[in-house]
């Protein structure tokens, strides 16, 4: 299926590697809890349930071949969290990765940030390929020598060696969130990032571990009269002193830590008024905004709900410039999903390098990709929008096999190439999808399998 883009070429959507075990083998711990690139997308990483972090990086080879392929490799795999008791609350801490972010490289080693619910952990990568033999105090093997027994002095020489790809924690930022960690966002100035929960949002420094300043609190003396919980938070690409945050209000507040040391009267507030005639039981809980994501030029931002997209201008703050539905089709079926939980489901989104375009994720191993400029009006036209299946059927999966366009049917009639909406898999759900940095290279993760898809061309 072939995307028109915005500098009038066409993207062919194909199928290039899928990372994890076949489904009889899934245990909940292997299921995978985000995705990230790096910021020159060399390196993709993965967080899962049982507190892992998978790394993979780009083979050489695909880069250098024509046209470039994107195939990645296991680089490295580590126990980032482990579960945890909070003896105080009697509550359970899950090992479980809710996200990870990558800093910008500064030298041979990479760092990255981890989280689960309660700690956030900075996690050194580095490349180890030469050993040093001819120890004066120690053998070989590492055990120390008898001192009697060393009757001269060695120069000890550094040899190649097999390659070892090392992690190890060199900070862990913890006790500062009551609730649970829902985001974590670096800072253009590569030295302080932020960390949110569901009340409060507190401001780091990468060097500081044992305090850290809050910068949001909307926690209301008497907590019954609790109306909103925030939801994501990020810190804009470019301007250190600004960031954003929605809510379960469906609202985004962008804030300025210029004016104050407590961002509890935000710069702007992005709102869309809601239709009093569309207004139904379950208005409040599909608007609550699930993903927010401010552009690479930071001009624009993105928001995702339960059934869409919305990208605001980031000086216009009445209603959105854009608006994508990703599955209308599911409207009519809110109840069955407030009864088996699907509607609480918190779907992420992710911009394109250049901007132009958008993807999220949805149900049956569906996930959508929209062309800017194609969703201006409440109804977005056919032209820009793809539906693709990330889908592990032996047809799907052949290499640089173009993946077909998905069709879902809102009513009984159905034409010969939709699904039903009545048919569709609401366990296979999209959640967590990356954008490459540079590159039409996308990461999509569907239960514990990570799919990569690229430009044909």
């Known amino acids: 299926m072939r995307l028109q883009t915005g500098n009038g070429g066409e993207t062919t959507w194909c199928f290039s590697q899928?990372?994890?075990?076949?489904?009889?083998?899934?245990?909940?711990?292997?299921l995978i809890?985000?995705?990230?690139?790096?910021?020159?997308?060399?390196?993709?990483?993965?967080?899962?349930?049982?507190?892992?972090?998978?790394?993979?990086?780009?083979?050489?080879?695909?880069?250098?071949c024509v046209p470039k392929k994107g195939e990645y490799n296991v680089y490295s795999t580590f126990q980032s969290h482990e579960p945890e008791f909070d003896y105080l609350k009697s509550l359970e801490i899950e090992e479980k990765i809710n996200k990870i972010r990558w800093l910008k490289r500064k030298n041979q080693a990479h760092f990255l940030l981890s989280t689960n619910d309660k700690t956030?952990?900075?996690?050194?990568?580095?490349?180890?390929?030469?050993?040093?033999?001819?120890?004066?105090?120690?053998?070989e093997g590492g055990r120390p020598r008898d001192p009697a027994r060393v009757t001269s002095l060695r120069v000890p020489t550094v040899r190649p060696a097999d390659l070892m790809v090392e992690a190890s924690p060199?900070?862990?930022f913890a006790n500062a969130h009551t609730y649970h960690i829902n985001s974590i966002s670096l800072n253009s100035d590569q030295e302080t990032y932020l960390s949110a929960d569901d009340l409060r949002i507190n401001l780091w420094h990468l060097e500081i571990t044992d305090q850290s300043f809050n910068i949001v609190d909307i926690k209301p003396a008497n907590m019954e009269e609790l109306t909103e919980v925030i939801t994501a938070a990020e810190f804009h690409p470019t301007e250190c002193n600004l960031f954003v945050y929605s809510s379960?209000?469906?609202?985004?507040?962008?804030c300025d830590m210029r004016a104050a040391a407590l961002c509890d009267r935000h710069a702007k507030l992005f709102e869309e008024e809601e239709d009093p005639h569309a207004r139904s039981f379950f208005s409040e809980i599909i608007s609550s905004i699930s993903d927010v994501k401010l552009s690479n030029s930071g001009r624009y931002m993105m928001s995702r709900d339960y059934l869409g997209l919305k990208v605001w201008d980031l000086r216009m703050e009445t209603k959105p410039?854009?608006?994508?539905?990703?599955?209308?089709?599911?409207?009519?079926?809110?109840?069955?999903?407030?009864?088996?939980d699907c509607i609480f489901d918190k779907f992420e989104c992710c911009w394109s390098g250049d901007d132009q375009r958008l993807m999220t994720g949805s149900y049956n191993g569906f996930f959508r990709i929209f062309e800017r400029g194609c969703g201006a009006g409440a109804a977005s036209a056919r032209r820009g929008e793809l539906t693709l299946e990330a889908s592990r059927d032996a047809a799907a999966t052949r290499p640089r096999q173009p993946l077909r366009a998905r069709r879902v049917a809102a009513t009984a009639k159905r034409k010969k190439d939709e699904i039903s909406v009545d048919c569709l898999d609401f366990n296979k759900k999209i959640l967590h999808t990356a954008w490459h940095p540079h590159e039409s290279i996308i990461a999509v993760a569907a239960t514990n399998n990570l799919f990569i898809f690229q430009d044909k061309f």
């Open 18 to 30: 899928v990372k994890g075990t076949l489904e009889d083998d899934v245990t909940e711990a292997d």
């Open 33 to 64: 809890s985000c995705v990230e690139f790096n910021h020159d997308g060399e390196l993709l990483a993965t967080g899962d349930k049982g507190g892992r972090v998978v790394i993979f990086q780009r083979d050489p080879a695909s880069k250098q």
């Open 120 to 139: 956030i952990k900075l996690w050194k990568v580095s490349e180890r390929d030469k050993r040093v033999t001819g120890y004066n105090t120690r053998e």
């Open 170 to 172: 060199r900070r862990i």
């Open 248 to 254: 379960s209000k469906g609202t985004i507040r962008l």
């Open 321 to 340: 410039v854009e608006t994508y539905p990703v599955h209308e089709y599911l409207r009519s079926k809110l109840c069955s999903l407030y009864e088996n």
